[in-house]
C-alpha cells in the first residue's frame, strides 16, 4: 500500500492524503483545471524527487525518508507523459527530472526489441505513450506512476493492477477518470 498523510508540497496551497493498494487504478486529478494541469509534482513527490513541507508518505508502512528514498525508487516505474527532445537528448520537462532515466537500475534494464514491440502493442495506445507505457511496464516493479495515460491505455492498466501491482495515474481527462477505481480530487483552498 502508498499512502500520502496530509502531504503538503513547497508551492501548493492543498494538502493531499490518499491510500492506492494493490489491484486498483487510482487516479490523482486536480479540479478546476485544464488537461494540460497535471498534478504531476505529486508522483515526483512518492518519487522522493520532490521536497515535501508537511505530512508524510510511505509504502507498506515504511516511510519515505532522503535516506530510504532510493531503496523505495526500486520498487517503481515512472511514466512521464512525454519526452522532449533536445538535440540527441531526450529530457523530461516540466520539471527536468531526467534523474528517473539514468538510475542505474532503469539504465541496466535489458529489453530486446521484439519483446518490447509485443509488450508496446499490449498497452492500447500507439507511438511514445506506448514505449513509454510499455519500458514502464517492463521494468517490472511493483508501483506504476504514470503521468497522463491515454485513455486507450486504461484496460492494459487495470491488467497490471490485476497482476498485483499499485498503479496511479495523474489525469484531469474525463475519459481516464470515468474508467479508474479510486479517484483523488486535489481541490484549491
Excluded at 491515454?150 to 484531469?172: C, D, E, F, M
Aim: hydrophobic share 45%.
Amino acid at each position: 500500500m502508498l499512502e500520502l498523510n496530509d502531504v503538503l508540497l513547497k508551492g501548493e496551497r492543498s494538502t493531499l492524503s490518499m491510500m492506492a493498494s494493490e489491484g486498483d487504478v487510482t487516479c490523482i486529478t486536480r479540479v478546476g483545471y485544464g488537461l494540460s494541469s497535471s498534478p504531476v509534482r505529486w508522483l515526483h513527490a512518492m518519487l522522493g524527487f520532490e521536497p515535501i513541507v508537511a505530512g508524510y508518505i510511505s509504502i507498506d508502512g515504511e516511510p519515505l525518508t532522503v535516506r530510504s528514498a532510493a531503496a523505495m525508487r526500486r520498487m517503481m516505474a515512472f511514466v512521464p507523459a512525454t519526452l522532449v527532445t533536445i538535440g540527441d537528448i531526450n529530457v523530461f520537462e516540466p520539471p527536468s527530472v531526467q534523474d528517473i532515466f539514468s538510475l542505474r537500475q532503469n539504465r541496466q534494464l535489458s529489453i530486446s526489441n521484439g519483446l518490447l514491440s509485443e509488450e508496446m502493442k499490449r498497452t492500447g495506445t500507439s507511438g511514445m505513450k506506448a514505449q513509454l507505457l510499455a519500458v514502464g511496464t517492463l521494468l517490472d516493479r511493483h508501483i506504476l506512476l504514470v503521468d497522463r495515460p491515454a485513455a486507450a491505455s486504461l484496460p492494459y492498466l487495470h491488467q497490471q493492477a490485476s497482476a498485483g501491482r499499485i498503479v496511479i495515474v495523474t489525469s484531469n481527462d474525463s475519459a481516464v477518470i470515468s474508467q479508474v477505481n479510486n479517484l483523488v480530487e486535489i481541490k484549491e483552498e
